[in-house]
């Protein structure tokens, strides 16, 4: 068995993979009264789908009947250039390819290879793509501790990395030490955000979060929270950039990470008239599209309009 999960380990670090870790497939029923807890509260905003499939999220067995083993990795994204800080901002993780392709493309070949080595394996992978409580796997797995923003943060990596899980058959070796939550008295990240959507250490609420707003919300944008918004039109890396694990991370090297020229190229200008045929060049195939062309024009706007009331407030006074 421990040569098995060697050989796998071996393996994701060949395909590019940060980190791998190993649980055995048990419910999680912590996680899973916490994720209730947040629910309950009406944390989720509207994102109606995530009270969708309470159980499958718990008990892997629910998603794949013969599961014995849930395979983490994680891939880190960290950038080795970012954006000029005077533009709108696109959070960091959607700068290149969208990962969702990156790590099933990498997962599925993990796949491949557990089947030559072991012909009856029966696997799964998911990436953000069905009820799976990806965190709380990767925490179980030794990848990291979940952070007072609620991510998990590694202690090599940090926490620009995404998650992926394989759920398998296979009866592998199993970690046997979580990390420690390391982040002690620090509330730099619960200080930082400027919504103060971290309503308390470990919960985000989601009605408050520029990443959110941003991304998921399809409706008006809170004019009430206009002025924090910054210069976010994707995402927010805001309690991530103020953590102090993030700030001696290795950058990555996967190419497909890599943001096209012109989005590191583009001005103010730029960015307040781009048009529907350069939004396609720009972020075709990466987490952008997700807000498509209109949605990403909303939130330029939303911080544009705030630029221009405070513009004018200014010269009023
Ligand atoms: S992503 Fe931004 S708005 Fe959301 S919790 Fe972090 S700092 Fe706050
Ligand atoms: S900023 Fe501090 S409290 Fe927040 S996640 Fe990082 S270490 Fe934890």
Not at 224 to 247: A, M, R
């Amino acid at each position: 068995m421990d040569s098995l999960t060697s050989k796998i380990r071996n393996k994701s670090i060949e395909l590019g993979f940060s980190a791998i870790g190993f649980s055995k497939a048990t419910a999680l029923k912590e996680d899973g009264q916490k994720l209730h807890d947040w629910l309950e509260n009406g944390n989720h905003a509207d994102m109606h789908w995530m009270t969708r499939h309470a159980d499958l999220r718990i008990d892997p067995e629910k998603l794949m009947a013969t599961s014995n083993t849930i395979i983490s990795v994680i891939l880190n994204y960290r950038p080795a250039h970012k954006q000029p800080p005077d533009v709108p901002q696109i959070a960091k993780y959607a700068y290149g390819r969208d990962y969702h392709k990156v790590i099933k493309k990498k997962l599925f070949r993990l796949i491949d290879y557990m089947k030559e080595i072991e012909p009856h394996t029966q696997a799964r992978a998911f990436v953000d793509s069905a009820p799976v409580l990806e965190h709380a796997w990767a925490r179980k797995s030794g990848l990291g501790w979940i952070g007072k923003h609620s991510l998990l943060i590694n202690r090599k990596w940090g926490s620009y990395i995404l998650i992926g899980e394989v759920f398998t058959n296979l009866e592998l070796t199993y970690n046997q030490h979580q990390e420690i939550d390391l982040c002690g008295s620090c509330t730099k990240c619960i200080d930082a955000c400027p919504t103060n959507a971290i309503t308390q250490p470990y919960v985000v609420d989601a009605r408050k979060c520029i990443s959110y707003h941003t991304i998921e919300n399809k409706n008006e944008l809170p004019t009430s929270l206009q002025p924090q918004f910054q210069n976010w039109v994707f995402g927010c890396d805001i309690c991530q950039d103020i953590c102090p694990y993030n700030k001696k991370t290795p950058e990555h090297n996967e190419p497909d990470f890599e943001p096209r020229f012109s989005l590191l190229n583009m001005t103010k200008e730029k960015w307040a008239n781009l048009s529907g045929q350069e939004f396609y060049e720009t972020f075709n195939g990466t987490p952008v599209m997700r807000a498509k062309y209109e949605g990403l024009q909303r939130n330029i706007r939303f911080i544009n309009d705030k630029k221009t009331e405070s513009k004018s407030t200014n010269t009023n006074n």
